[in-house]
DNA sequence: ACCCTCGCATTTTTT
DNA sequence: ATGCGAGGGT
């Protein structure tokens, strides 16, 4: 529960009168006169819970940054008593640097960041009282995909009908939720593997342990776990953290949920901002609820509604909240402006897609000639696939354009290579980077060796390359592949020599040329191998930003991209998703199709709730424009391959008429040469009109049949840390059995490695956890 | 051990 | 259409 916190310093009371007239020293907090009274009200209720909802355009950032301002200012608060949290580094390097330009540089916020880094650096500091060393690495989806992978093969699974992507997707959800194994319920279990979901996560999170390893889930779920189980940590940092700021706030999920709350039970100052009407990442387990029981969660929370827009236009605004009006379940809030009306959004309906990327692009060339920089223009769509129609017609017309949100720098995969690499060096037990470079580039070190490494491994309870280092001594390799590895560990040490006298970035260098990764991109003569070296060659640039391999390390698997300043005006392409936040002048909506938007696979998954938050998606593409919007949709549409025929989308007949314009283009309004008459035959002709009982279901909705509830449950089999192998203490003399070299006598031992005289194989060097006495 | 071919799936995406 | 992964063939 939470302790109400419900008075205010009576500062805050004093304050309910009109702004201007407040006789505060003046010019002593200069930085509160540019700001709106319910701005101004929302940096300045310093004390106890409170919740801003801050709508499209309100100025949120500015309120965020300048109650941090406020806090510092006014003495509340140092710098590093303020606990301020955002969702992606974008965010927070935003907020990080505006917040600067009030308290000087010198003065950092070291609790400024991403839940994740947060989490990190917190559970950096107690690592020990969640199982982990301090110096616990942080595994990516790649990483975290191999590895559930293996535990489906130690528990004999099909990963036909068991795909490691669908538990790690489980996994992830669960984790998202603040699940731990033991409280995962049998029926969702269930789900996976005839119910053995939860034992098989039990036995990835053991194998996260031995590794020393956390992933991304896990940065929240242990930060969560070590509050809980550690109450004196929890205080600890409930008193450091004196002020509480959480940026949208509708995109938490219950571990970041529980886990602000427990933070803000010491205090109880916390202020959350958010805006309902924005959540549309649900499906990655963010919790609308959240933001709206919010009064209920913290007594006696003050709410303020930042409602007055900067950015857009009367008509877009008024479009919009029309829209968005059709949602149920909202905290309700009304954008208005001062604004000029302006120009009113439209609504063009095009033959197919061909066609909607050819009008885009020439209305984008018109507002060129209008004097609009491309930079200030956008194409917001639903789904990727979309992008490309757009990226071919701009290309052949030479429209300049970035696509925003592609794949990401440190996902690629030289770049993982690249990293493997340097982690080997840092870390020599980091298994999973070293499975990945060990035959890379090809050295002749296949399956077989590495399933002896494993296996050698996990008996001993070392790392594969501690194993490798081990076997080689021996013979229980094979000569060439022992001696490939031999050659393969010199290297890693002669590398991790160097990286006490060399600076990380040469470092860097070196291990690449070195290992031959670099000449297996020269030797490979496909067209993106260049594009490859010059991304390592980034990649060695940029470790020089960074004190050490470690501090390198730490930021790539949090920040997982770069920053690209590429120069020259361009038009932005980019999913409705990656456009929160940003501002156009002109955004250009394609794809307003039922199937495609609202997307079918939301509606068939999440029902009602499934099209709100696509309702939400829509209202943040038309608030994310500044001067004017422009929907499209197109009659039909390519689909995997083959056309499909689809039906404007529900959300153009919510559109308030009053702040749109309807347009035809020629074509798709059936005067123009092409197919009129299959177009009109269809009824499309006016199908702004359609009725929504005329959508049909083009869109073939997959069915999962046969995943759930299949099976009764079994127990799990408890999967612990590696069994240390037995440690027998075979004697000279002593009679003993090796599955490959069959039986022989014990002629000598040395710590592990045992000298034997096979009866059939001869004399051989083998390590002692390989041989078992002789049955 | 490596290469090639076949089959399958394909919303949204941060950390 | 396309790309990625797995399995089979050389």
């Excluded at 008075?7 to 505060?24: H, L, N, V, Y």
């Excluded at 959800?173 to 996976?192: I, M």
């Excluded at 440190?410 to 499975?435: G, H, K, N, S, T």
């Excluded at 006490?500 to 260098?509: C, F, P, V």
């Amino acid at each position: 529960m939470i302790r109400p916190v419900a008075q205010f310093s009576e500062d805050f009371d004093a304050d309910a009168g009109p702004p201007p007239e407040r006789a505060r020293a003046p010019g002593r907090f200069p930085y509160l006169d540019g700001l709106n009274p319910e701005q101004r009200a929302a940096v300045e209720a310093l004390d106890g819970p409170v919740l801003v909802l801050a709508g499209a355009g309100v100025g949120k950032t500015r309120v965020l940054t300048t109650r941090i301002a406020h806090l510092i200012a006014s003495g509340r608060a140092r710098a590093h008593e303020i606990l301020a949290v955002t969702f992606t580094n974008k965010a927070a390097r935003e907020m990080r640097e505006r917040v600067s330009v009030f308290t000087g540089s010198h003065q950092g916020m070291p609790w400024l960041g991403t839940f994740h880094s947060i989490g990190v650096k917190i559970l950096r500091m107690h690592a020990e009282l969640v199982g982990l060393r301090s110096n616990f690495t942080i595994l990516d989806t790649d990483d975290q995909l191999r590895l559930m992978k293996q535990v489906l093969q130690a528990e004999n699974l099909d990963d036909k009908r068991w795909p490691a992507r669908a538990l790690a997707s489980l996994i992830d959800g669960w984790k998202n939720r603040g699940l731990d194994p033991a409280h995962v319920s049998p029926s969702e279990s269930a789900a996976f593997a005839g119910g053995r979901g939860a034992a098989l996560y039990a036995a990835y999170q053991a194998r996260l342990k031995t590794l020393n390893a956390v992933d991304f889930g896990d940065l929240l779920l242990e930060a969560l776990r070590l509050f809980r189980e550690n109450p004196d940590v929890l205080e600890l940092f409930q008193r450091r953290f004196r002020y509480i700021l959480v940026d949208e706030y509708q995109d938490t999920n219950a571990v970041q949920y529980l886990w602000l709350r427990l933070l803000a039970q010491g205090r109880g100052n916390v202020c959350c901002v958010g805006d309902d009407d924005q959540s549309i990442y649900g499906w990655r387990g963010a919790d609308v609820d959240n933001i709206l029981r919010f009064e209920t969660d913290f007594p006696g929370a003050r709410v303020i509604r930042l409602e007055r827009n900067y950015r857009s236009g009367g008509h877009i605004l008024g479009l919009a909240s029309g829209l968005i009006a059709h949602n149920r379940g909202r905290l309700g809030k009304t954008l208005f402006t001062d604004a000029p009306m302006g120009e009113k959004p439209t609504v063009t309906g095009v033959w197919d897609s061909q066609e909607e990327a050819r009008v885009v692009g020439e209305a984008i060339e018109q507002a060129q000639r209008d004097g609009t920089s491309l930079d200030d223009i956008a194409i917001l769509v639903r789904a990727s696939f979309q992008m490309r129609e757009f990226e071919e017609r701009f290309i052949t017309m030479g429209l300049p354009y970035k696509v925003i949100g592609g794949p990401r720098f440190y996902e690629r995969a030289e770049i993982r290579d690249a990293l493997a690499y340097m982690r080997c060096v840092a870390q020599p037990d980091d298994d999973l980077a070293f499975e990945r470079i060990y035959n890379t580039p090809k050295r002749g070190l296949g399956e077989a060796t590495l399933a002896i490494l494993h296996e050698f491994g996990r008996r001993a309870g070392v790392s594969l390359m501690r194993a490798a280092q081990m076997l080689i001594e021996t013979e229980e390799l094979k000569a060439r592949p022992r001696q490939l590895l031999r050659e393969l560990l010199k290297s890693f040490d002669r590398w991790h020599q160097r990286s006490g006298e060399i600076a990380h970035e040469e470092l860097a260098q070196v291990v690449l040329e070195e290992s031959g990764y670099v000449d297996m991109w020269k030797a490979e003569r496909t067209p993106d191998a260049a594009g490859r070296l010059d991304n390592l060659k980034e990649l060695v640039r940029s470790m020089g930003e960074f004190p050490d391999l470690g501090a390198f390390l730490e930021h790539v698997s949090l920040v997982m991209d770069v920053e690209s300043a590429d120069a020259g005006e361009r038009v932005s392409i980019m999913t409705l998703h990656a456009a929160k936040g940003l501002e156009f002048d002109l955004v250009f909506l394609p794809g307003w199709e039922e199937g495609l938007f609202p997307h079918q696979r939301s509606l068939d998954d999440n029902g009602r709730s499934g099209l709100e938050e696509e309702r939400r998606l829509a209202y943040v593409g038309i608030t994310r424009a500044r001067r004017a919007a422009k929907i499209l949709h197109a009659a039909n549409r390519r689909v995997r391959g083959l056309w499909q025929t689809s039906v404007p989308s529900r959300f153009i007949e919510e559109l308030p008429p009053d702040h749109v314009e309807i347009e035809e283009t020629a074509s798709a309004s059936g005067f123009g040469g092409y197919g009129v008459s299959r177009f009109d035959a269809a009824g499309f002709g006016s199908r702004y009109e359609t009725p929504g009982s005329r959508r049909a279901e083009q869109w073939t909705r997959r069915e999962e049949a046969g995943a759930y509830g299949r099976g009764g449950l079994r127990p799990a089999e408890p999967r612990g840390l590696p069994r240390p192998a037995p440690s027998a203490g075979f004697a000279a003399g002593a009679r003993v059995f090796h599955l490959k070299f069959g039986p022989g006598s014990v002629v000598a031992s040395d710590g592990p490695k045992l000298t034997i005289d096979f009866d059939r194989a001869g004399r051989k060097l083998v390590m002692e956890s390989f041989v078992t006495a002789e049955p």
